[in-house]
């Protein structure tokens, strides 16, 4: 069954670093999803990526945030500057229509990303 | 703003009988709910959804029932199966909406040999 990679598994930063998540999406899907997950609290909507443009983000996804499309299989969320409270796990997800509800999105693994 | 609520933190049953799980929902702009279950070090797998007008919608084991009028909308899973312990996430999203989804806290349900 095709799925969603996530690399690395497990990511420690300082502080004050910019970080890079890499996601390969399943290879026929067109719509790019990223997600957050702080440990104890709900999966948060990040952004999402469509056509090489942001098409939905979400009040958390700000100008510390960017995501990328940097070839025909990679997409990729880069912090610039990382905090303590960006520890989390982020997923990655794709589907290949718009309405990816009606079929769900898939779901990479996760990034546990760990600030230090 | 909690627009999603699962207010079981935990559900343990029996293997063989029927687990249901419960969510409760404010928005009622709400299009389409979502189930999603997880194990441990994996993401969220799809189960199942169900649009905002209809009231049913099965698949195997798995059928969601979702009432408008009390916003509120249960998975059952029947038979239980051991391999179904896992965290279940129920969501929801706004028509028009790309993969914003709203996620409810999750249930985590063990099933018992």
């Known amino acids: 069954e095709p799925e969603v990679t996530q690399t690395p598994s497990h990511q420690v930063t300082q502080m004050g670093q910019e970080v890079i998540l890499r996601c390969v999406p399943i290879s026929n899907h067109l719509y790019f999803y990223w997600y957050r997950q702080i440990l104890g609290q709900k999966v948060e909507f990040l952004v999402s990526f469509y056509n090489n443009e942001i098409s939905e983000k979400s009040e958390i996804f700000d100008d510390q945030f960017s995501v990328e499309r940097p070839d025909g299989s990679n997409f990729t969320l880069k912090i610039r500057s990382t905090k303590l409270e960006d520890s989390a796990m982020y997923f990655c997800?794709?589907?290949?229509?718009?309405?990816?509800?009606?079929?769900?999105?898939?779901f990479g693994s996760g990034t546990r990303l760990t600030v230090v | 703003d909690q627009q999603v609520k699962q207010n079981s933190p935990s559900l343990s049953v029996q293997e063989g009988r029927i687990s249901i799980l419960n969510c409760d929902y404010t928005?009622?702009?709400?299009?389409?709910f979502l189930w999603y279950k997880k194990y441990p070090a994996e993401g969220p797998t799809f189960l199942i959804s169900i649009s905002s007008i209809k009231d049913k919608n099965e698949d195997g084991r798995f059928t969601v029932f979702l009432n408008k009028s009390a916003k509120h909308l249960s998975l059952h899973i029947v038979p239980s199966q051991p391999g179904d312990s896992a965290v279940y996430f129920c969501a929801a999203i706004l028509g028009g909406s790309q993969g914003n989804l709203i996620f409810g806290k999750g249930t985590k349900l063990s099933v018992k040999p």
């Open positions: 928005n009622s702009m709400f299009d389409y």
């Open positions: 997800a794709s589907s290949n229509t718009g309405t990816g509800y009606y079929y769900g999105y898939t």
